[in-house]
């Protein structure tokens, strides 16, 4: 079966842009969440959505924003980009009853110029 | 969540058994070990995980102490394809309701050698 995907792979951006970043869960999975990975800072999580709506929120400015679709798609949007945005933005999808066992993309990298 | 500790490198030959340590002395009764790896440029992979139990599956096996304090992910035959960081996280089951995120830490890097 069709794993997570991430689009798009790879995309450049300035500051002050806008960004928004698209993901498909494995069919049947209900839950995605986000994370973002930057050399300093490593993996960090920022949000879960499960049946449309956010479930848990990690620690990142109002900026970072995220919604869920009927179809478990999901959608992340960075506002007002900085350049400490720039990092690798991770989807990771599960079944609702799959414990703590996610299945990630490969990744959207980010880089703010 | 209970904090974890690995090495932050290690080095096995390709063909040997990888044993990669994790301590986490907190964890609570409820909290699960699992432990995922990050092949470089690619998103993290889960791998296994376990309550008290040993557990094995067709990547790896683990190995939990008695008193739940520590564990170890072996990795029976490495091969090249498994040089990544890995990261043991502790955590209580995520099933059944909203799961709050993982926390990943910095992770071992395994390098195998050839």
């Known amino acids: 079966k069709a794993g997570v995907t991430q689009t798009p792979r790879y995309l450049i951006k300035t500051r002050g842009q806008q960004v928004t970043l698209s993901c498909s869960p494995i069919?049947?999975?209900?839950?995605v969440s986000w994370y973002q990975q930057t050399p300093g800072q490593g993996l960090q999580f920022l949000f879960e959505?499960?049946?449309?709506?956010?479930?848990n929120k990690g620690n990142f400015p109002g900026r970072f924003s995220g919604r869920q679709f009927s179809n478990s798609r999901s959608e992340m949007n960075v506002s007002t980009l900085e350049l400490g945005d720039s990092a690798l933005y991770l989807c990771?999808?599960?079944?609702?009853?799959?414990?703590?066992?996610?299945?990630f993309g490969a990744g959207s990298r980010l880089t703010v110029l | 969540d209970a904090k974890t500790t690995q090495p932050t490198s290690m080095d096995c030959a390709e063909g040997r058994a990888a044993n990669l340590p994790c301590n986490h002395s907190?964890?609570?009764?409820?909290?699960?070990v699992y432990w995922y790896r990050q092949i470089h440029s690619q998103g993290p992979q889960y791998i296994i995980h376990?309550?008290?139990n040993n557990e094995t599956n067709e990547m790896a096996s683990l190995i939990i102490t008695e008193d739940r304090k520590s564990s170890t992910l072996i990795l029976p035959h490495a091969t090249l394809r498994d040089t990544a960081v890995y990261y043991c996280?502790?955590?209580?089951?995520?099933?059944?309701?909203?799961?709050?995120?993982?926390?990943f830490g910095k992770g071992t890097h395994l390098i195998i050698q050839p």
């Open positions: 376990g309550l008290k």
């Open positions: 069919s049947g999975h209900r839950s």
């Open positions: 959505y499960f049946s449309e709506t956010q479930r």
């Open positions: 907190t964890i609570s009764g409820n909290e699960y």
């Open positions: 990771a999808s599960r079944a609702f009853s799959g414990a703590n066992v996610l299945t």
């Open positions: 996280i502790v955590r209580v089951a995520g099933g059944g309701g909203g799961a709050d995120g993982l926390t």
